[in-house]
């Protein structure tokens, strides 16, 4: 049981913030100081209580109206973000269908291209762009 009360009193020193000291002070002799019960903190009259509810009631208001403000500056806020979303979006759009249109042009003008006679090969030619020689010096290297 000593264990317990000395454990209890290192808990209650380690998770106390704040310590308190006796201090002895000399007597003082003087005339004495009358001390009512209002000043001691006597129970509220009802005037007293409708001022202080109307306090509260104040700043109650004023606590509302800053709520809303913030409210009404979030709201502003994400308007604001969405309306640049929406626009980051129509840009996309757009820069697709032109994208689109692009590759249809290129499309439209590589099918109205007429095709080379003699098959879709390409004949490849020389510095001079005799085809014929580059064919002789093929045939020279075929045993």
Partial sequence: QRHHAAADAVL??????????AQAYEAVESTAIPVYARELGAPLTRSGFAASQERLQ???AQQQEQQKAIEAQQEKQEKAEKAKREKEAKLIIKATQKAADRAATKAQAAAAKPKPEGGSRKRKTNATGHSDIIQAQRQRKKP
């Fill in 58 to 60: 104040n700043l109650t």
């Fill in 12 to 21: 209650l020193l380690a998770h106390t913030s704040t310590f308190a000291v």
